[in-house]
Protein backbone atom coordinates (compact mmCIF):
# COMPACT_ATOMS: atom_id res chain seq x y z
CA UNK A 1 0.00 0.00 0.00
CA UNK A 2 2.73 2.48 0.75
CA UNK A 3 4.95 1.08 -2.08
CA UNK A 4 1.85 2.21 -4.11
CA UNK A 5 0.96 5.54 -2.59
CA UNK A 6 5.22 6.43 -3.45
CA UNK A 7 5.10 4.80 -7.16
CA UNK A 8 2.06 7.43 -7.59
CA UNK A 9 3.70 10.36 -5.66
CA UNK A 10 6.94 9.62 -8.24
CA UNK A 11 4.52 9.48 -11.31
CA UNK A 12 2.85 12.90 -10.39
CA UNK A 13 5.99 14.09 -9.68
CA UNK A 14 6.72 13.68 -13.31
CA UNK A 15 3.70 14.73 -14.75
CA UNK A 16 3.98 18.02 -13.36
CA UNK A 17 7.66 18.23 -14.73
CA UNK A 18 6.34 17.04 -18.22
CA UNK A 19 3.72 19.62 -17.59
CA UNK A 20 6.22 22.32 -17.13
CA UNK A 21 8.13 21.32 -20.33
CA UNK A 22 5.20 22.02 -22.02
CA UNK A 23 4.70 25.44 -20.78
CA UNK A 24 8.16 26.28 -20.91
CA UNK A 25 8.82 25.49 -24.59
CA UNK A 26 5.44 27.28 -25.12
CA UNK A 27 6.63 30.60 -23.51
CA UNK A 28 10.62 29.93 -24.82
CA UNK A 29 9.02 29.93 -28.60
CA UNK A 30 7.67 32.82 -27.82
CA UNK A 31 3.67 32.23 -27.05
CA UNK A 32 1.96 34.96 -24.78
CA UNK A 33 0.97 34.55 -21.22
CA UNK A 34 -2.39 33.85 -21.36
CA UNK A 35 -2.20 31.02 -23.54
CA UNK A 36 0.50 29.08 -21.43
CA UNK A 37 -1.21 29.57 -18.64
CA UNK A 38 -4.53 28.47 -20.17
CA UNK A 39 -3.38 25.65 -21.67
CA UNK A 40 -1.58 24.39 -18.18
CA UNK A 41 -4.88 24.99 -16.69
CA UNK A 42 -6.99 22.71 -19.49
CA UNK A 43 -3.87 19.99 -19.51
CA UNK A 44 -4.09 19.88 -15.19
CA UNK A 45 -7.64 19.16 -15.68
CA UNK A 46 -7.77 17.04 -18.11
CA UNK A 47 -4.82 14.70 -16.14
CA UNK A 48 -7.66 15.20 -13.06
CA UNK A 49 -6.05 16.86 -10.99
CA UNK A 50 -7.88 18.45 -8.05
CA UNK A 51 -6.55 21.81 -8.07
CA UNK A 52 -4.63 23.44 -10.20
CA UNK A 53 -2.97 26.75 -9.94
CA UNK A 54 -0.62 28.10 -12.47
CA UNK A 55 1.14 31.58 -12.52
CA UNK A 56 3.44 32.93 -15.23
CA UNK A 57 5.15 36.04 -16.17
CA UNK A 58 7.78 36.16 -19.01
CA UNK A 59 10.67 35.17 -17.56
CA UNK A 60 9.40 31.79 -14.80
CA UNK A 61 6.23 29.55 -14.38
CA UNK A 62 5.12 28.37 -10.93
CA UNK A 63 2.77 25.49 -11.17
CA UNK A 64 0.82 23.90 -8.11
CA UNK A 65 -0.89 21.26 -8.33
CA UNK A 66 -2.89 18.96 -5.97
CA UNK A 67 -2.99 15.07 -6.74
CA UNK A 68 -6.25 12.73 -5.94
CA UNK A 69 -4.69 11.76 -3.12
CA UNK A 70 -4.40 14.77 -1.43
CA UNK A 71 -0.49 15.63 -2.35
CA UNK A 72 0.59 19.01 -3.24
CA UNK A 73 3.27 19.61 -5.66
CA UNK A 74 4.82 22.72 -6.70
CA UNK A 75 7.64 23.09 -9.14
CA UNK A 76 8.71 26.35 -11.16
CA UNK A 77 10.61 27.11 -14.38
CA UNK A 78 13.04 30.31 -15.17
CA UNK A 79 13.02 31.39 -18.78
CA UNK A 80 16.27 33.10 -19.66
CA UNK A 81 15.83 33.67 -23.17
CA UNK A 82 13.26 33.10 -26.11
CA UNK A 83 12.95 32.78 -29.12
CA UNK A 84 9.88 33.08 -31.76
CA UNK A 85 9.25 29.47 -33.54
CA UNK A 86 5.86 29.66 -34.68
CA UNK A 87 6.21 25.81 -35.52
CA UNK A 88 6.71 24.71 -32.09
CA UNK A 89 3.85 26.48 -30.62
CA UNK A 90 1.34 24.74 -33.39
CA UNK A 91 2.68 21.40 -32.41
CA UNK A 92 2.27 22.01 -28.94
CA UNK A 93 -1.16 23.19 -29.40
CA UNK A 94 -2.21 20.12 -31.44
CA UNK A 95 -0.60 18.12 -28.53
CA UNK A 96 -2.70 19.52 -25.57
CA UNK A 97 -5.75 19.48 -27.85
CA UNK A 98 -5.22 15.66 -27.89
CA UNK A 99 -4.39 15.21 -24.48
CA UNK A 100 -7.40 17.16 -23.02
CA UNK A 101 -9.97 14.09 -25.18
CA UNK A 102 -7.31 11.34 -23.61
CA UNK A 103 -4.42 11.97 -21.56
CA UNK A 104 -1.39 9.54 -22.42
CA UNK A 105 0.93 8.16 -19.81
CA UNK A 106 4.03 9.98 -18.16
CA UNK A 107 6.07 8.59 -20.90
CA UNK A 108 4.59 8.77 -24.00
CA UNK A 109 3.92 12.32 -22.88
CA UNK A 110 7.52 13.08 -22.26
CA UNK A 111 8.23 11.52 -25.28
CA UNK A 112 6.11 13.40 -27.14
CA UNK A 113 7.46 16.84 -26.07
CA UNK A 114 11.20 15.13 -27.16
CA UNK A 115 9.49 15.01 -30.55
CA UNK A 116 8.49 18.51 -30.62
CA UNK A 117 11.34 19.76 -29.23
CA UNK A 118 13.17 18.50 -32.42
CA UNK A 119 10.89 19.74 -35.03
CA UNK A 120 12.18 21.30 -38.20
CA UNK A 121 13.69 24.41 -38.49
CA UNK A 122 15.08 26.36 -41.56
CA UNK A 123 18.68 25.83 -42.16
CA UNK A 124 21.14 28.61 -40.57
CA UNK A 125 22.00 29.59 -43.90
CA UNK A 126 18.47 30.56 -44.79
CA UNK A 127 17.73 32.41 -41.23
CA UNK A 128 21.15 34.38 -41.93
CA UNK A 129 19.87 35.27 -45.47
CA UNK A 130 15.85 35.87 -44.46
CA UNK A 131 17.32 39.61 -42.26
CA UNK A 132 18.57 40.95 -45.36
CA UNK A 133 15.34 39.76 -47.59
CA UNK A 134 13.40 41.70 -44.93
CA UNK A 135 15.55 44.71 -44.94
CA UNK A 136 15.78 44.93 -48.41
CA UNK A 137 11.76 45.37 -49.64
CA UNK A 138 11.09 47.22 -46.36
CA UNK A 139 13.60 49.71 -47.15
CA UNK A 140 11.61 50.12 -50.59
CA UNK A 141 8.44 49.88 -48.69
CA UNK A 142 8.89 53.37 -46.92
CA UNK A 143 10.47 54.76 -49.69
CA UNK A 144 13.61 53.96 -50.87
CA UNK A 145 14.89 53.65 -54.31
CA UNK A 146 16.34 50.30 -55.74
CA UNK A 147 19.36 50.95 -54.82
CA UNK A 148 18.60 52.40 -51.11
CA UNK A 149 17.32 48.88 -51.47
CA UNK A 150 20.48 47.26 -52.46
CA UNK A 151 22.52 48.84 -49.23
CA UNK A 152 19.75 47.72 -47.20
CA UNK A 153 19.94 44.54 -48.64
CA UNK A 154 23.62 44.77 -47.88
CA UNK A 155 23.96 46.06 -44.43
CA UNK A 156 20.78 43.60 -43.42
CA UNK A 157 23.30 40.97 -43.92
CA UNK A 158 25.86 42.53 -41.74
CA UNK A 159 22.75 42.76 -39.15
CA UNK A 160 22.14 39.59 -39.19
CA UNK A 161 25.74 37.97 -38.85
CA UNK A 162 26.33 40.49 -36.33
CA UNK A 163 22.95 39.22 -34.46
CA UNK A 164 23.74 35.37 -34.93
CA UNK A 165 26.93 35.91 -33.55
CA UNK A 166 26.00 37.51 -30.23
CA UNK A 167 23.40 35.23 -29.84
CA UNK A 168 26.04 32.22 -30.17
CA UNK A 169 28.23 34.38 -27.60
CA UNK A 170 25.36 34.37 -25.57
CA UNK A 171 25.97 38.62 -25.29
CA UNK A 172 23.22 40.64 -23.28
CA UNK A 173 20.81 41.40 -25.56
CA UNK A 174 20.38 44.86 -24.77
CA UNK A 175 24.21 45.47 -25.51
CA UNK A 176 23.65 43.23 -29.04
CA UNK A 177 20.62 45.73 -29.65
CA UNK A 178 23.13 48.58 -29.27
CA UNK A 179 26.20 46.92 -30.93
CA UNK A 180 24.16 45.75 -34.14
CA UNK A 181 22.63 48.93 -34.35
CA UNK A 182 25.79 51.11 -34.36
CA UNK A 183 27.54 48.69 -36.47
CA UNK A 184 25.08 48.92 -39.31
CA UNK A 185 24.46 52.62 -39.26
CA UNK A 186 28.30 52.31 -39.75
CA UNK A 187 27.77 49.91 -42.28
CA UNK A 188 25.24 52.04 -44.27
CA UNK A 189 27.08 54.85 -43.95
CA UNK A 190 30.37 53.21 -45.35
CA UNK A 191 27.91 52.42 -48.57
CA UNK A 192 26.87 55.65 -48.86
CA UNK A 193 30.55 57.15 -49.01
CA UNK A 194 31.10 54.08 -51.56
CA UNK A 195 28.26 54.92 -53.51
CA UNK A 196 25.65 52.26 -53.22
CA UNK A 197 22.39 54.27 -51.96
CA UNK A 198 21.62 57.38 -51.20
CA UNK A 199 19.04 58.27 -48.69
CA UNK A 200 20.22 57.63 -45.53
CA UNK A 201 17.45 57.58 -43.37
CA UNK A 202 15.18 54.72 -45.61
CA UNK A 203 17.95 51.97 -45.45
CA UNK A 204 18.15 52.70 -41.76
CA UNK A 205 14.84 52.16 -41.37
CA UNK A 206 14.51 49.46 -43.46
CA UNK A 207 17.24 48.02 -40.52
CA UNK A 208 15.41 49.03 -37.92
CA UNK A 209 12.47 47.21 -38.75
CA UNK A 210 14.38 44.18 -38.00
CA UNK A 211 15.09 45.17 -34.74
CA UNK A 212 12.26 47.42 -33.38
CA UNK A 213 10.25 45.73 -30.24
CA UNK A 214 7.42 46.61 -32.60
CA UNK A 215 5.62 43.17 -31.63
CA UNK A 216 6.76 42.88 -27.88
CA UNK A 217 5.25 46.43 -27.56
CA UNK A 218 1.70 45.92 -28.64
CA UNK A 219 2.00 42.55 -26.98
CA UNK A 220 2.60 43.84 -23.63
CA UNK A 221 0.39 46.80 -24.02
CA UNK A 222 -2.70 43.69 -25.05
CA UNK A 223 -1.34 41.82 -21.53
CA UNK A 224 -1.63 45.08 -19.60
CA UNK A 225 -5.17 45.31 -21.00
CA UNK A 226 -6.15 42.02 -20.36
CA UNK A 227 -4.91 42.48 -16.71
CA UNK A 228 -1.44 40.52 -16.78
CA UNK A 229 0.18 43.91 -14.89
CA UNK A 230 3.13 42.27 -14.48
CA UNK A 231 3.89 40.58 -17.11
CA UNK A 232 2.65 43.76 -19.31
CA UNK A 233 5.23 45.78 -17.08
CA UNK A 234 7.93 43.46 -17.96
CA UNK A 235 7.61 43.44 -21.77
CA UNK A 236 6.77 47.11 -21.89
CA UNK A 237 10.04 47.74 -20.04
CA UNK A 238 12.09 45.50 -22.41
CA UNK A 239 10.76 47.08 -25.11
CA UNK A 240 11.16 50.73 -24.36
CA UNK A 241 14.99 50.30 -22.97
CA UNK A 242 15.40 48.03 -26.39
CA UNK A 243 14.13 50.55 -28.78
CA UNK A 244 16.33 53.17 -26.49
CA UNK A 245 19.08 51.07 -27.25
CA UNK A 246 18.68 51.26 -31.12
CA UNK A 247 17.93 54.87 -30.69
CA UNK A 248 21.35 54.89 -29.22
CA UNK A 249 23.12 53.20 -31.33
CA UNK A 250 22.08 54.80 -34.86
CA UNK A 251 22.22 58.31 -32.75
CA UNK A 252 25.89 57.75 -32.05
CA UNK A 253 26.62 57.02 -35.50
CA UNK A 254 24.43 60.24 -36.56
CA UNK A 255 26.08 62.62 -34.16
CA UNK A 256 29.53 61.63 -35.54
CA UNK A 257 28.90 61.64 -39.07
CA UNK A 258 27.18 65.24 -38.26
CA UNK A 259 23.86 64.57 -39.80
CA UNK B 1 -1.24 54.38 -57.11
CA UNK B 2 1.77 53.09 -58.39
CA UNK B 3 3.56 53.57 -55.02
CA UNK B 4 0.91 51.94 -53.47
CA UNK B 5 1.03 48.81 -55.65
CA UNK B 6 4.62 48.55 -55.01
CA UNK B 7 4.51 48.79 -51.37
CA UNK B 8 1.95 46.43 -51.65
CA UNK B 9 4.75 44.22 -53.04
CA UNK B 10 7.01 45.15 -50.65
CA UNK B 11 4.80 44.48 -47.51
CA UNK B 12 4.34 41.03 -48.62
CA UNK B 13 8.27 40.38 -49.32
CA UNK B 14 8.91 41.71 -46.02
CA UNK B 15 6.03 40.04 -44.28
CA UNK B 16 7.64 36.67 -45.90
CA UNK B 17 10.47 37.35 -44.59
CA UNK B 18 9.57 37.58 -41.22
CA UNK B 19 7.78 34.54 -41.55
CA UNK B 20 11.23 32.73 -41.98
CA UNK B 21 12.55 33.94 -39.16
CA UNK B 22 9.38 33.08 -37.32
CA UNK B 23 9.73 29.43 -38.17
CA UNK B 24 6.72 29.56 -40.19
CA UNK B 25 6.72 26.82 -42.76
CA UNK B 26 4.83 25.89 -45.78
CA UNK B 27 1.79 27.05 -47.19
CA UNK B 28 1.11 29.28 -44.23
CA UNK B 29 4.10 31.45 -45.37
CA UNK B 30 1.94 32.16 -48.63
CA UNK B 31 -1.12 33.06 -46.11
CA UNK B 32 0.78 35.29 -43.87
CA UNK B 33 2.28 37.45 -46.71
CA UNK B 34 -1.04 37.81 -48.40
CA UNK B 35 -2.16 39.00 -45.15
CA UNK B 36 0.49 41.23 -44.39
CA UNK B 37 -0.07 42.92 -48.29
CA UNK B 38 -3.94 43.36 -47.00
CA UNK B 39 -3.31 45.04 -43.83
CA UNK B 40 -1.28 47.71 -45.98
CA UNK B 41 -4.47 47.93 -48.56
CA UNK B 42 -6.78 48.74 -45.73
CA UNK B 43 -4.33 51.08 -44.15
CA UNK B 44 -4.00 52.95 -47.03
CA UNK B 45 -7.57 53.18 -48.15
CA UNK B 46 -8.25 54.40 -44.16
CA UNK B 47 -5.44 56.57 -44.74
CA UNK B 48 -6.85 58.10 -47.99
CA UNK B 49 -10.42 58.82 -46.55
CA UNK B 50 -9.63 59.83 -43.58
CA UNK B 51 -7.24 62.55 -44.34
CA UNK B 52 -4.11 61.24 -42.82
CA UNK B 53 -5.21 60.27 -39.63
CA UNK B 54 -2.33 57.86 -39.38
CA UNK B 55 -3.77 56.42 -35.74
CA UNK B 56 -6.97 55.77 -37.50
CA UNK B 57 -5.95 53.79 -39.85
CA UNK B 58 -3.43 51.68 -37.85
CA UNK B 59 -6.48 50.83 -35.72
CA UNK B 60 -9.11 49.55 -38.29
CA UNK B 61 -6.16 47.89 -40.12
CA UNK B 62 -5.78 46.34 -37.05
CA UNK B 63 -9.47 45.34 -36.51
CA UNK B 64 -9.71 43.66 -40.34
CA UNK B 65 -6.64 41.93 -39.61
CA UNK B 66 -7.13 40.54 -36.06
CA UNK B 67 -10.64 38.94 -37.69
CA UNK B 68 -9.11 37.78 -40.12
CA UNK B 69 -6.41 35.79 -38.30
CA UNK B 70 -9.00 34.61 -35.54
CA UNK B 71 -10.93 33.37 -38.50
CA UNK B 72 -8.17 31.72 -40.49
CA UNK B 73 -7.43 29.95 -37.03
CA UNK B 74 -10.04 28.82 -36.63
CA UNK B 75 -10.15 27.29 -40.17
CA UNK B 76 -6.99 25.69 -40.16
CA UNK B 77 -6.63 24.69 -36.14
CA UNK B 78 -3.82 26.63 -35.50
CA UNK B 79 -3.06 29.26 -32.96
CA UNK B 80 -4.09 32.62 -33.78
CA UNK B 81 -0.53 34.66 -33.04
CA UNK B 82 1.38 32.18 -36.06
CA UNK B 83 -0.95 34.47 -38.29
CA UNK B 84 -1.35 37.59 -36.48
CA UNK B 85 2.04 38.56 -35.64
CA UNK B 86 3.75 38.55 -39.06
CA UNK B 87 0.67 40.34 -40.76
CA UNK B 88 1.12 43.15 -38.54
CA UNK B 89 4.51 43.49 -39.52
CA UNK B 90 3.55 46.56 -42.52
CA UNK B 91 1.57 48.66 -39.18
CA UNK B 92 4.58 48.41 -37.14
CA UNK B 93 5.49 51.87 -36.95
CA UNK B 94 9.45 51.80 -37.75
CA UNK B 95 9.95 55.10 -39.82
CA UNK B 96 8.48 57.13 -36.97
CA UNK B 97 10.25 55.74 -34.30
CA UNK B 98 13.22 56.66 -36.99
CA UNK B 99 12.20 60.35 -37.38
CA UNK B 100 11.89 60.34 -33.52
CA UNK B 101 15.13 59.45 -33.07
CA UNK B 102 16.85 61.54 -35.62
CA UNK B 103 14.88 64.75 -34.09
CA UNK B 104 15.78 63.67 -30.84
CA UNK B 105 19.64 63.58 -32.08
CA UNK B 106 18.58 67.62 -33.78
CA UNK B 107 17.88 68.54 -30.29
CA UNK B 108 14.39 69.60 -32.06
CA UNK B 109 11.86 68.99 -29.00
CA UNK B 110 8.76 69.89 -29.87
CA UNK B 111 8.95 67.27 -33.01
CA UNK B 112 10.39 64.89 -30.44
CA UNK B 113 7.09 65.42 -28.60
CA UNK B 114 4.73 64.94 -31.47
CA UNK B 115 6.43 61.94 -32.58
CA UNK B 116 6.30 60.26 -29.38
CA UNK B 117 2.34 60.99 -28.89
CA UNK B 118 2.04 59.51 -32.78
CA UNK B 119 4.18 56.04 -31.42
CA UNK B 120 1.92 55.99 -28.68
CA UNK B 121 -1.53 56.36 -30.15
CA UNK B 122 -0.16 54.21 -33.01
CA UNK B 123 1.23 51.14 -30.40
CA UNK B 124 -2.29 51.51 -28.36
CA UNK B 125 -4.05 51.46 -31.66
CA UNK B 126 -3.04 48.04 -32.31
CA UNK B 127 -2.89 46.76 -29.00
CA UNK B 128 -6.86 47.96 -28.70
CA UNK B 129 -7.43 46.50 -31.96
CA UNK B 130 -6.46 43.06 -31.41
CA UNK B 131 -8.36 43.26 -27.77
CA UNK B 132 -11.55 44.31 -29.01
CA UNK B 133 -11.54 41.40 -31.90
CA UNK B 134 -10.15 39.05 -29.09
CA UNK B 135 -12.71 39.71 -26.94
CA UNK B 136 -15.43 39.98 -29.39
CA UNK B 137 -14.58 36.32 -30.59
CA UNK B 138 -14.49 34.38 -27.15
CA UNK B 139 -17.86 36.39 -26.67
CA UNK B 140 -19.76 35.18 -29.80
CA UNK B 141 -18.02 31.58 -29.11
CA UNK B 142 -19.18 31.62 -25.58
CA UNK B 143 -22.63 32.88 -25.85
CA UNK B 144 -22.95 30.10 -28.98
CA UNK B 145 -22.01 26.84 -26.79
CA UNK B 146 -24.55 28.75 -24.15
CA UNK B 147 -27.39 28.76 -27.18
CA UNK B 148 -26.21 24.92 -28.00
CA UNK B 149 -26.16 23.86 -24.97
CA UNK B 150 -29.57 25.25 -24.11
CA UNK B 151 -31.43 23.64 -27.32
CA UNK B 152 -29.91 20.67 -26.23
CA UNK B 153 -31.73 20.82 -22.61
CA UNK B 154 -35.20 21.67 -24.69
CA UNK B 155 -34.49 18.71 -26.82
CA UNK B 156 -34.10 16.47 -24.05
CA UNK B 157 -37.09 17.76 -22.66
Redesign the interface.
Known amino acids: MNQQTKANSNENTLLVAALLDIGEMLLVS???VS?VEDTMERLGKAYRFNRVDIFSITSSIVLTVQAENGEVITQTRRIRSTQ???????HI??LSRDLCLSPKGVEDLQKCITDISGT???PAL??LL??P??S???T????GSLIDAAASLISGLFLSIIIALGYKMKMQSLVLYLLCSFVTGLAVILLINLGIGASF?KI??GN??LL?P??S??TS??DM??GDLITGLLGLCEALLK?FA??VG??TV??MIG? | MQ?IF??V???F??V???S??????GYKIIITGLGGSLSWICYRIIFHFSEGNKILSCFTATLIIALLSEILARIL???V??FL?PM???L????D???M??S??LQNSSLVKSYAILLAGE??A???G??IITTLTQTVIRSSQFIRKIRRIRAGE
Open positions: GAERVDMEKIVNAKKYVKAYLIGPLVFFGDIIIMIGILTLRIRAIAFGMIL | TIQLMALGVGFVMYNIHKTPILVLVPVPGSLYYMSLVAAIAFII
